[in-house]
Every structure is written in structure tokens, then in C-alpha cells.
Nanobody, 123 residues
Framework: QVQLVESGGDSVQAGGSLRLSCAGS????????MAWFRQAPGRKREGVAL???????TYADRVKGRFTISQDNAKNTLYLQMNSLKPEDTAMYYCAARRSSPLCGLWDTYNYWGQGTQVTVSS
């Protein structure tokens, strides 16, 4: 079965950078779309970035120009490079996956989830 394990979360100062990783197993990267989500206390979960099987990324407006999603197919690992971090980026970050389809661009269709990694940005 699909398993996703995130790592890389930490506490950083505003303006700093972090790189999150998501190690996947139980699926072939060429047939699954991947995404990062986040959820802050008291707020709904929101999509941050996604990448389709052809490598096309999509970003939420709030992170465009600051975050970069990428993947290493040989390692079955998804990354999220986060630069110029802001206090409002503080949240639990989750890796997610779904089988590739024309619905990959719809955030609420992702159905495999990791356990999350905490990112805290202080001002």
C-alpha cells in the first residue's frame, strides 16, 4: 500500500529556509501525482504545491515565488524547498498522493497522506 513519511520540519526565524522531504513507498512515481498541504491550528487544511507526473508544478498564491516542489523519481522522494519563510507559514505540513488523472489539479482529490511534519516560523 502507499506509504508516505515526511521529514525536515523545524523551527526557524522569519526569512529563513527549510527543505521538507517525503519518502514514498508502495507506488510508482510515474503513475502518481504528488502534493504538499498544510494545516495551521484552527484553520482548514490548504494545498500548498502539487506536481503532476510530467513534472508540471502548481502553487498556491500564498507561496508562489517562495516555495519549490520537486521530486527524485529514483529515490521515490518528494521535496518542498521553502524560502523567505513568514510566520504565517507556520503549520503542520503533509505530503499527499493520488493516482495520476486529469483530476490531479484538484486539491481535494488526494487520498493518500503522510503523518505530517511541523514547521514553525518565528518573527
Amino acid at each position: 500500500q502507499v506509504q508516505l513519511v515526511e521529514s525536515g520540519g523545524d523551527s526557524v526565524q522569519a526569512g529563513g529556509s527549510l527543505r521538507l522531504s517525503c519518502a514514498g513507498s508502495g507506488y510508482t512515481t510515474s503513475t502518481y501525482c504528488m502534493a504538499w498541504f498544510r494545516q495551521a491550528p484552527g484553520r482548514k487544511r490548504e494545498g500548498v504545491a502539487l506536481i503532476t507526473t510530467d513534472g508540471t508544478p502548481t502553487y498556491a498564491d500564498r507561496v508562489k515565488g517562495r516555495f519549490t516542489i520537486s521530486q527524485d523519481n529514483a529515490k521515490n522522494t518528494l521535496y518542498l524547498q521553502m524560502n523567505s519563510l513568514k510566520p504565517e507559514d507556520t503549520a503542520m505540513y503533509y505530503c499527499a498522493a493520488r493516482r495520476s488523472s486529469p483530476l490531479c489539479g484538484l486539491w481535494d482529490t488526494y487520498n493518500y497522506w503522510g503523518q505530517g511534519t511541523q514547521v514553525t516560523v518565528s518573527s
